[in-house]
Each structure stands twice: as C-alpha cells, then as structure tokens.
C-alpha cells in the first residue's frame, strides 16, 4: 500500500471546499429523505444524479455517498419515533429503538443510532480501504449454490426474531415468502396468485407492503387505544435531551454491537445483490445470541439500536469493495455509482488500482468525509427530530397516516400500491392483535425473491440434483452456520423464557 | 369447553390456526391454476407450494399447541390471560379501528378524482375528530397544511407527480412561481 498517496488523497478530499460542501449538502438531503417513509438512499442518489453532471467526479462522489450514508441514518430517525421505517435497512431498527422511544427515551435512541450508523460507516470505509481486492476475491467466488446459501443462512435468524412463539414466527416468515412468489415468475413468466389484476403482475411492491406493514398497522392499533382508553392522547416523551452523542457509560455498553455490526454489515454489504436489508437482520441476531441478556432484546435497549445501525451502515463501505476492485456494484446505489464513474470516463474494475489508484483513495477518503458529514448532520438534528415525539398522539397518527400513503404512492406512481399498503396495514394490525411477529415477513420478503431464483437457476444448472449443492464448500459452509444459528436460537429462546418465567414468579412472590 | 377458555389467548391461538389452515388449503387449490413450463426442472409453482407447506406444518403445530395448551392451562400461565377481541359492537376502539381501515379504503377510491390534499384533509381531520381533537383551528390547520406541505415536497423537490384533483390549479400557481 502506498501510504503517502493515501494520506495525500485524504488531505486532498478533506481539505477541498467543494468537496465538502457538495459532501455536506448530500449528507442532509439523505437524512432527510431517508426520514421519509418510502423514500430510499437509492431513489435520493437517482434524483440527484443529474445535479453531479457537471461537477469534477470527487465532489460528485461526495454529493452521492453523503446522500447514502445520510439516507442510511434517516431511515432510523422515522423507525425510532413513528414505527415506519424509512428505508429497508432500517427495518431492524425498530425492535428496539421505537420501544425506547415509547419508554420517553427517543433522544437516546436516535444519538444511538446516529453514532452507530457513523462508527458502521467507519469500519465499512476502513476496511474498504485495507482489504477490498481480498473480500471482493472471497465475494466474487460466490454463485447461484452460495446465494441460495446465503438466503438460507439469513433466513436462519427468523428464530430469534420470531419473539416468545417460533411457531408463529415461522408462520409469518413463510408467509412472507409466499408473497413473494405474487406475480410473474422470475424464470419462466408464468402468472401466480395475481387473479387476473394487471398490478398484481410485478409482484408486490416491497415498500408499500413494508409502510402498511408497520406504519398504517401502528395508526390503525393507535386510534384503537386511545379511543377504547388504553393509551393517553398525550404526547409520551417528555425526555430533555442534554448530549446529542451518546454518553461513556452507554458507548462501554454497545461497543462490542458497533463492532461487530460494522463488520457483517462490511462483508455481507460486499456480496452483490446482498445489502444493509440482510445484514441488519444477520447483525440483530448475532448480537443478541451473544448477548448475556437475550431476554432484553426488543424491550428497547440501545445494544439493538447500535447492532442493526452499524451494520447498515457498514454495507455502504461494503457494497463500495465490488464495485472498485471488479466493477461489479454490490447493491442498487453503487449501481448508480457506477454510472456517474462511467460518465467521467472512470472504469471501475481490477485496472482501477493499477491505473486510477489516487482516485480509488480518493473514493475512499470520500466515503470516510461522508460518514463525518452524517454525524455532523445527525448531532444538528437530534434535538429537532426528537421533537415528533412530543406532538399529541392524535395529532401525530393521522399525519402519520397520509404521510405513509403518500410515500406508498411515489414508489411506483400507482393507487393501487396505496392499496397494498391499506391492504397490509389491516394484516399487520391483526397480527399484532394476535402476537404473530411482523419482522419474520419482513426478513422473508427481502430474501425470498433471492432464495427462489438461486434455488431454480441452481436447480436448472444441475438437472434437478440438489445434492451437487455438497460440490460448493461455501454453501456448504453457509448452511452448516445456518444449522449453528437456528439450534443456538433455539436454546436461546429456551433460555429466554426461562428467564421470563422466574422473574414473574419473582413479581408474584413479592406481590 | 366453559366460557372462561374461549376468551383466553391460547383459543384466540387455536382459532387464528384453523383460520390459517383454511387460507393454506385455499391457496394450495390456488396454486393448481398456475401453468407449467416445458422442460423446467422447478415449475413456477413448486416453490410456492414449498412455502404452503412449510405455512401447513408449523400451523398444525400451533394447533397442537393450543389444544394441549386449553386442556391443561393454569391460571397463571401467559397464555390462559385474556385475548384481544374484533367484536365491533362491544369494543369501541375496535369499532373505532374499523372505521379508520375504512377510511383508509375510501381514501384509496377517492385518491385519483379528489387529489391528495382533498382526500388526505378529510381523512386526517375526521380521524383526529375521531381521537378526540376538537378544537377546529388545530385541527383544520394540520389537516389542511401537512398534505400540502408534503405535496410542494413531493412535486418540487422529488419531482413526483401527485393527483391533485379539483386543486389542479396549485399546481399551476406553483409552476408559475
């Protein structure tokens, strides 16, 4: 590594003007249209892609990752206060940051958030910039027998999302699944479950589903409690926010979840065709099995927080690896990337390093600016966004509501995804009502699609032999960690209710 | 079976399984309509059908669940606490849920000839009237001012096009600025 050119490079995007304005200016825009439900990183960086044209490519790489690593963040901001996440890789975030919120401690939750979505966003940039042509070696390895592995492996997790009953939560993760399959079929075209409906063809649109799911669900069980007495119209946080970072004690307590979040979001962020949706999710439940206190986990502690952010931003680091070293883009943003590389007459790929190397560190140095950029952006914020929270409940859930179905409706343009969105806001409400957990259909929406063309397009490749999958030793290796997951989620349930069961009787007992 | 079980969770459990079965079956009869493809070596409808049965199984066992479950339930037991009813008529804030997921379907009809704003401020101010916000000024302004904001956002910032119905004209004044 030439550690002079690095350093340079650094120098050169951290002390350009324009580099951070243009950074600066990306990283609010993707706070704040990542706040917005149905609103993502990658429809930010599109529409603000003409805006680059005529910039150098550093300032407009700038604008572009602050808009991704800004989106990242602002995803969180709408989980925590309103139970809408505002982008996919924000789904995860809800399990336990909009407890917290509810527990009157929103502020905390998002500075959680804020700084874990930077410390992520770091370690992705770090190991970016150390081991990229090694991971994107390792990634690049992987065909449809691994990718079908890699689903298998993600959907392992269900089990520790699936809350006190497995059996509901494998419900709802097959059911997820089984909406995936709505629409043409990926590999031959032919129509299913769409009962002659021309909208139904493309399939379900994965964020109306995701808004109905879990914002109209949280207005329709709202309005319920506060009109059968259940809940005070009042607003619930009264929480004054004093520090805009989180605090020593609370930074000692979800460092390991920083940590080790960034790095899955890295590696998971790395493969393409894999993203922050997956790796929230492998990150959630990784730390939670490892945690000493399992039972916790959903109850609205930071660990969660701090898992799910860092790993989500830690795939913007990730998806960057591909997407340099082999001209391959690791997810829909890079994608887009990649095209503005293209237009300043860049190609990215293996030659990059040899023949463009101070603009690879450049990038590098680029997404690093970014990440600062968001915390900057974030600490600015927390005070402001915090204040949703302290609107009056029955102010707060209608503006909720048509904010909800307007971002179902920009999607695609379309009524008929507003009602999807209505259509799972009244499924989300009734699994609510009866304790089947929502995160499962998530999870198996985003991997669904993924696990069923690599299962056929494998299928096809061997003859309808899934026993060749035993010639892949990274399926194999991802499946055997999938079995690893699944048992140790299940002694981990064990030990949960366990748990549960003694500090009841303990309550009794006191009683 | 006395009254107490069927208000408990585990029957609401035992019930939302037979419900679950019903909807499998339907699906699977659902599933046969769907056309095969010459020389596939997984039809289009194999893995929908995979997912069916992976639903079947682990409903079948909550439905075990539950009847071991209502046979030998303490008093204690989590299960055994009371379940959340869909009796509209009883339950005022299920009648009031209901009332809102209607509104949300009026809200979807309405939404291309009325225009967001139009269908947005009736929806948002009779669900706060619904909740309890009465006084007029709050509650008209909200209602009026938030879809309109989200509008402008939406069509100046985000260049998404919104059906504006009667209110077609703001959208000229606004082009016009």
Redesign the interface.
């Known amino acids: 590594m030439d550690w002079s050119l690095l350093f340079s490079s650094y120098a050169d995007v951290f002390l350009s003007p324009t580099v951070l304005l243009m950074t600066l200016l990306g990283a609010v825009g993707g706070v704040l249209?990542g706040a917005i439900p149905g609103?993502t990183a990658t429809?930010g960086v599109a529409?603000l892609i003409p805006f680059s044209f005529g910039m150098d490519l550093i300032p407009s790489v700038g604008l572009l990752l602050g808009i991704y690593c800004g989106g990242m963040y602002g995803g969180s901001i709408s989980a925590i206060l309103i139970h809408a996440p505002g982008t996919p890789s924000a789904a995860a975030t809800l399990l336990d940051g909009y407890p917290m919120a509810q527990h009157g401690e929103a502020g905390k939750a998002l500075s959680v958030a804020m700084f874990s979505s930077f410390c992520g966003g770091v370690i992705g940039a770090l190991i970016m910039t150390f081991l990229s042509p090694l991971v994107a070696k390792v990634a690049m390895k992987f065909t449809s027998a691994e990718m079908l592995m890699l689903a298998i492996f993600g959907l392992s997790v269900i089990i520790s999302i699936s809350g006190?009953?497995i059996?509901?939560g494998?419900?709802s993760a097959?059911?997820g699944?089984?909406l995936c399959?709505v629409g043409l079929?990926p590999?031959?075209s032919?129509?299913?479950?769409t009962f002659g409906i021309t909208s139904l063809k493309g399939g379900l649109s994965f964020i109306p589903v995701l808004i109905g799911l879990f914002a109209?669900a949280e207005?329709?069980?709202g309005?319920?409690?506060?009109?059968?007495?259940?809940e005070s119209?009042q607003a619930k946080s009264t929480e004054k926010i004093t520090r805009v970072l989180p605090d020593g004690k609370t930074i000692g307590q979800i460092w390991p979840n920083i940590l080790s979040g960034g790095i899955i979001g890295t590696f998971i962020g790395a493969i393409p065709g894999a993203g922050g949706d997956i790796a929230v999710f492998v990150s959630y439940a990784f730390n939670k099995g490892a945690s000493k206190h399992p039972e916790k986990w959903g109850t609205g502690i930071p660990n969660g927080v701090a898992a799910t952010e860092s790993a989500n931003n830690g795939c913007s680091g990730g998806a960057m690896i591909p997407l340099l070293s082999l001209g391959v883009p690791g997810d829909s943003v890079t994608a887009i990337l990649l095209g503005a590389f293209i237009m300043k007459g860049i190609q990215p790929g293996p030659m990059m390093y040899v023949s463009e190397l101070p603009t690879v560190y450049k990038v590098f140095a680029a997404l690093m600016l970014a990440n600062l950029a968001m915390l900057l952006v974030g600490c600015a914020g927390v005070r402001i966004f915090a204040k949703i929270v302290s609107l009056?409940?029955?102010?707060l859930?209608?503006?909720i509501?048509?904010?909800s179905?307007?971002g179902a409706?920009?999607i695609n343009?379309n009524?008929f995804d507003?009602?999807i969105c209505?259509f799972f806001?009244?499924i989300g409400?009734l699994m609510n009502?009866?304790?089947?957990p929502l995160s499962p259909i998530l999870l198996a929406l985003i991997l669904g699609p993924m696990c069923?063309q690599n299962?056929?397009r494998f299928?096809?490749l061997?003859?309808?032999n899934f026993a060749e999958i035993l010639h892949y030793p990274i399926a194999v290796g991802f499946f055997i960690v999938a079995v690893g997951v699944i048992i140790f989620s299940l002694l981990n349930q064990r030990k949960i209710n366990r748990r549960e069961a003694e500090a009841?009787a303990q309550a009794?007992a006191q009683e | 079976m006395d009254l107490k079980k069927t208000q408990t969770k585990a029957f609401s459990n035992l019930i939302a399984s037979l419900v679950l079965l019903a909807f499998e079956v339907w699906v699977w009869i659902q599933s046969g309509t769907i056309k095969t493809a010459k020389n596939a070596a997984v039809q289009p409808a194999t893995f929908p059908r995979i997912m069916i049965i992976g639903m079947g199984i682990f409903t079948v066992i909550l439905l075990i669940q539950s009847i071991i479950k209502l046979g030998s339930m303490k008093p204690d037991d989590p299960l055994a606490a009371r379940a959340e009813t869909l009796n509209f008529i009883r339950d005022k804030g299920v009648r009031a849920a209901l009332i809102t997921i209607l509104l949300c379907c009026a809200y979807v009809y309405f939404f291309k000839s009325l225009g967001y704003v139009i269908v947005s401020f009736l929806l948002s101010g009779i669900i706060m009237w619904m909740i309890g916000l009465r006084k007029p000024v709050p509650l008209i302004l909200i209602s009026a001012l938030v879809p309109l904001g989200m509008w402008l956002i939406f069509y100046k910032l985000l260049k998404v096009n919104i059906p504006m119905g009667p209110l077609q004209f703001l959208r000229d004044l606004v082009d016009k600025i």
């Open positions: 249209l609103m429809m529409l006190k009953s059996a509901k494998l419900i097959f059911f699944m089984l399959t079929d590999t031959y032919k129509q299913r479950f109209v207005v329709i069980a309005v319920e409690r506060i009109v059968a007495g259940k119209a009056e409940k029955r102010m859930y209608p503006i509501l048509v904010v179905l307007l409706f920009s343009k009524v507003i009602g209505v806001g009244v409400w009502k009866y304790e089947f069923e299962f056929v299928m096809d061997n003859h309808g009841l009794k």
